[in-house]
């Protein structure tokens, strides 16, 4: 956890409160912490039957 708010610029108690079952992360906060960890985040349409 040390690493990544390092590398997000957050601190660790604010990713924990963040990434908590009650936290509420803002985007920029999220894909910060995907990246630290070498995940990307993807959005596809819902496909639906015709």
């Known amino acids: ?3 990544i708010a390092q ?3 957050r ?3 604010q990713l924990y ?4 079952e009650k936290g509420n992360p803002q985007l920029d906060t ?3 912490v995907l990246m ?3 995940l990307r ?3 596809k ?3 639906t039957e015709a």
């Open 41 to 43: 985040l993807s959005v």
């Open 1 to 3: 956890m040390i690493q």
């Open 36 to 38: 630290a960890i070498g």
């Open 17 to 20: 409160r963040t990434l908590s």
């Open 45 to 47: 349409p819902i496909e």
């Open 7 to 9: 590398e997000t610029g």
């Open 30 to 32: 999220l894909m910060g």
């Open 11 to 13: 601190s660790r108690e």
